[in-house]
């Protein structure tokens, strides 16, 4: 049962946290050595759709807090093995579902934290809240990116469930990217969220992962030209450039719709659009990218050039360091 103050939970890590709590560069904190990994099934049926709310892991400490003024109450799990903690703000009515989740929650990023070494010890995540406030405005506070998951009754639907396994993993992955202060193109951001998420999912919920894996693979099929090297690039509009042409130059390019006329041109942010169509089957062609690159050159070696992107702290290191690492070049995976 959950109790005041910490009480004791379980935490099953499969085979791919060993070496987790590894320091992954200078900075991280030195390892620490764990206890043995429980059975997956633990962790499994903590995060199965039916979990009581006292569901529990081993090294999971769970600990209810109230609400701050003009705030949420919340239970915050945290992990003997790795230090990490995490948070579910909850509805006051939903409080046994977050209950019933925040061993589940902090298990699955313990996992994360091995598909994505670059998680340090002692990680503070970032919240779920569980409301069935679908206006819900996430409060801003100590740097928290809080993200909710609507509700439609009290308790855990299927929906509800796959915001758990699909998205939050997902969007942790982008926590870890951005720590960096880099900016990264959008298909490496995604793709990699997309094929961290489905490595933990995959351990705690096989049958979520498949079918998050098929619904990307269908949007792929509905994609003609993925075009991911431009997904997210910014580029000028046209009426940005027709505005500011001489009445020859729109002469002649009415006559010459190839004409380029000489600039120079000046522009400001409201004259730039981003490249963001067909988001649903780039993220399918993403996953793609990530999963042909394992398929040829397998798990550990993807994963160590990601590492050694992040760690370079530069976009421009992906395609290099790739080639040096994978002895592929991913240029013409971008087209």
Not at 242 to 261: F, G, H, M, V
Not at 305 to 329: C, F, M, N, T
Request: glycine letters at 8%; charged letters at 20%; one cysteine or more.
């Amino acid at each position: 049962m959950l109790q005041m103050p910490w009480t004791t939970k379980h935490l099953c890590l499969g085979l791919v946290l060993a070496g987790a709590c590894a320091a992954p560069h200078a900075q991280a904190a030195p390892s620490i050595p764990g206890p043995p990994a429980p059975p997956p099934q633990r962790l499994q049926a903590a995060c199965s759709l039916d979990a009581l709310p006292d569901a529990s892991l081993d090294h999971v400490h769970v600990r209810a807090w109230p609400a701050l003024p003009g705030d949420l109450p919340y239970y915050e799990a945290r992990s003997a093995l790795t230090g990490a903690r995490v948070r579910i703000y909850h509805d006051p009515d939903l409080a046994p579902a977050a209950a019933a989740k925040s061993a589940c929650l902090m298990g699955m990023l313990d996992l994360l934290s091995g598909v994505v070494p670059e998680a340090r010890r002692g990680m503070v995540w970032s919240p779920m809240v569980i409301t069935r406030n679908a206006d819900y405005i996430p409060l801003k506070q100590d740097g928290e990116l809080r993200w909710p998951n609507v509700f439609s009754g009290t308790g855990w639907s299927p929906a509800a469930l796959d915001f758990l396994m699909n998205v939050m993993p997902h969007e942790e992955v982008h926590l870890i990217q951005r720590a960096s202060g880099a900016s990264w193109p959008r298909w490496f951001e995604e793709g990699h969220a997309e094929w961290a998420n489905l490595q933990v999912t995959e351990q705690v919920n096989p049958d979520s992962a498949s079918e998050q894996r098929e619904l990307r693979m269908q949007d792929l099929r509905r994609l003609d030209a993925p075009r991911l090297g431009a997904w997210g690039g910014l580029s000028v509009k046209p009426e940005a450039i027709e505005r500011q042409l001489s009445p020859e130059d729109r002469e002649r390019r009415a006559k010459d719709p190839s004409y380029n006329p000489p600039g120079p041109f000046k522009f400001g942010p409201d004259d730039l659009m981003q490249d963001n169509a067909d988001e649903l089957g780039r993220y399918g062609a993403a996953l793609a990218l990530f999963d042909g690159l394992e398929q040829r050159h397998g798990r550990a070696a993807v994963r160590a050039w990601v590492s050694a992107v992040l760690a370079s702290k530069d976009a421009g290191q992906i395609a290099p360091l790739a080639r040096q690492l994978l002895g592929e070049d991913i240029a013409q995976l971008l087209d």
